[in-house]
């Protein structure tokens, strides 16, 4: 039988509506959705709790447990940064555990564990919890093409999560770029050697979405990743009802119900046409974007460094950016673009070209990756790349201290778990999150956690408008500092509306 796991809740959300579809747009929809057969529900991680506490003023948790409530029967997923959670740093062991205990607690049955670096050392300690605390954790492999990355590799890789207890393994393709015949011999390696289901996540930017699960269907995957076909297409995922019929016509045992997917897609067209005409949904977002196949450059990292430049004023440069793209890449050791990796790499590639000189200004977070801080590169680090970065620059590293300290300021101001986690993970956004729902309820409001400015230094200011997966997100803040960029000059809509 072929499972299928629906993303319209997040990575079609994600991809196409920056996250912004709020409680109200599929409250009403769940039910049906629980009825369909679906292998599972993508429906939280990623950036949906970023944008719940950022943009849409809900409580993310309140949301899972809404989900939860009207979905009963569907196993619930979410997708996990491994060691960053749901944010940009590395946190401790401690916090890893009370966020994926929090998480499980509110109603998750799935956990879609990655890392960046596919570092099994930044995803076991969320694999163990996971198992823990009675939940099922999902390895993804990050999928990406470069001198250093084979088959033989990935399989190799694969095989270390299933025995750290992986109880099934995802072939996690963010750009778009793996290429049909490529999932059929990948699939068929993994499935000779695991023993545990295979399921495979891809995104139709480049136009290979179908193409790519079809062949993954015939080499014997167990699940694919799609969106309800409103939702699907461009930057999403490939439809639903699509590869459903497709695969049945293939000899495959689907176990959808065909009825209620008409109705889900009824009830999100007019979602979907309410985020397309307040410009939420970008048509860009939709089209074939070939580019990302050639230049490995992700469709939504390319459109984002497109705004970023157009909004410095220097739209000229556009070429040269996305020639030093795989160049500052190449010098990393190649990890694959996908977050927090891709925010870095671009991030540093505008760098590089704004200031004239390769590596005169550093990022903090590549300072932080060339020491190992991250995990292990894939490939070998340029040496003298390495020397530069080092010896040119000095960064503030937030300690495991300060957020331990957070989480016990936390405890004594009589927090409970799920509040302590949105301070640790987002000390900003956390302050003004939790004053606002405090005013409505108690007219002022205070709070002690947060008085500690220093907390975001390394977290991103500026507005991440679409965090995760393949999009980048362009670290504005951190380039303004270092270049001199009156960030008042950005034109934030502008940014958003070319991803
Ligand atoms: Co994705």
């Known amino acids: 039988m072929l499972g299928f796991t629906e993303t319209v809740l997040r990575d079609a959300n994600q991809s196409l509506a920056a996250t912004r579809m709020s409680k109200e747009d599929f409250i009403d929809i769940l039910s049906e959705m629980d009825k369909v057969g679906y292998y599972s529900v993508e429906c939280w991680g990623g950036a949906t709790f970023d944008s719940c506490i950022r943009y849409l003023d809900e409580d993310p948790w309140e949301r899972l447990r809404l989900i939860r409530k009207m979905m009963p029967n569907t196993k619930l997923q979410m997708l996990l940064r491994g060691q960053n959670l749901l944010g940009y740093n590395h946190y401790p062991t401690e916090i890893v555990r009370d966020f994926i205990e929090c998480a499980i607690k509110n109603g998750i049955d799935i956990i879609r564990i990655f890392d960046a670096l596919n570092d099994l050392d930044n995803i076991k300690d969320a694999v163990k919890a996971t198992l823990e605390f009675g939940a099922h954790p999902s390895c993804a492999l990050c999928y990406t093409v470069s001198p250093v990355h084979n088959v033989a590799e990935y399989v190799k890789i694969a095989q270390e999560m299933e025995a750290l207890g992986a109880q099934s393994i ?76 497709v695969a049945e016509n293939c000899g495959k045992k689907v176990n959808l119900d065909m009825p209620t997917l008409a109705k889900i897609n009824s009830h999100f067209k007019k979602v979907f046409d309410r985020l397309f005409e307040d410009k939420t949904i970008n048509y860009h977002s939709l089209q074939t974007d070939t580019q990302s196949l050639i230049s490995q450059i992700p469709g939504g990292m390319y459109s984002n460094l497109l705004s970023q430049l157009k909004a410095q004023g220097i739209l000229d440069r556009i070429d040269e950016v996305v020639a030093e793209v795989p160049e500052v890449r190449k010098d990393l050791g190649y990890p694959p673009l996908v977050t927090p990796i891709s925010q870095m790499v671009g991030t540093q590639a505008v760098a590089n070209v704004i200031a004239g000189e390769r590596y005169k200004i550093v990022l903090n977070e590549v300072k932080a990756y060339v020491l190992g801080k991250y995990g292990k590169a894939p490939g070998i680090i340029d040496f003298e790349i390495k020397e530069k970065i080092i010896n040119n620059n000095t960064s503030s590293e937030k300690t495991v201290d300060s957020y331990l300290a957070t989480k016990e300021k936390c405890i004594a101001n009589g927090l409970n778990s799920e509040d302590m986690l949105i301070h640790v993970m987002f000390p900003q956004l956390a302050e003004k999150f939790f004053s606002k729902e405090k005013e409505v309820e108690e007219g002022v409001y205070k709070f002690a956690c947060s008085e500690s400015k220093d907390q975001d230094q390394q977290l991103p200011v500026a507005d991440l408008r679409k965090v995760d997966d393949d999009i980048l997100v362009l670290l504005l803040a951190i380039i303004s500092s270092h270049i001199n960029v009156d960030v008042n000059k950005i034109n934030i809509k502008n940014v958003y509306e070319c991803q």
Do not use: W
């Open 170 to 245: 995802c072939i996690k393709d963010m750009s778009g770029c793996l290429m049909p015949d490529k999932a059929y011999e990948l699939v068929r390696a993994l499935k000779k050697v695991l023993s545990v289901p295979v399921i495979l996540h891809t995104h139709n930017s480049s136009g290979i979405a179908q193409m790519t699960c079809l062949k993954a269907i015939e080499a014997g995957i167990d699940v694919i990743d799609t969106a309800i076909s409103c939702f699907s297409g461009g930057t999403s995922q490939a439809p639903t009802e699509t590869m459903a019929l």
